[in-house]
Nanobody, 129 residues
């Protein structure tokens, strides 16, 4: 059974950093595109970052470009989202999602949540002083 578990969320002050992890079990990630999405209270889910199966293609929402990086370690079946210079508006539940890479799902910053078939339960990130 495919399972995705996110971790690394928490409370951090503005300007701080967090690293989120997305660990897969029941399947190997090396054929899957992986994306991070987030949802703040009262707002729609939005794409944050996406990485292709090979790791050769990444994309970011404009709101996080230059502050967040995404990487993957296929040997550890894990994808990371490094978040620096965090702002209060980054507060949200962050979700990791995967899709078997039959298409260039991460080819633009407008990657769609509807394309991703396996989802984690989310991890809360709160940026507050």
């Amino acid at each position: 059974q495919l399972q995705i578990v996110e971790s690394g969320g928490g409370l951090v002050q503005p300007g701080g950093s967090l690293r989120l992890s997305c660990v897969a079990s029941g399947f190997t990630l090396n054929s899957y595109a992986i994306a991070w999405f987030r949802q703040a209270p009262g707002k729609e889910r939005e794409g944050v970052s996406c990485i292709s199966a090979s790791g050769g293609t990444t994309n970011f929402a404009d709101s996080v470009k230059g502050r967040f990086t995404i990487s993957r370690d296929n040997d550890k079946n894990t994808v990371y989202l490094q978040m620096n210079s965090l702002k209060p508006e980054d507060t949200a539940v962050y979700y990791c999602a995967a899709v078997w890479e039959t298409f260039y799902f991460c080819s633009s910053a407008n990657f769609r949540s509807s394309d991703f078939t396996s989802w984690g339960q989310g991890t809360q990130v709160t940026v507050s002083s």
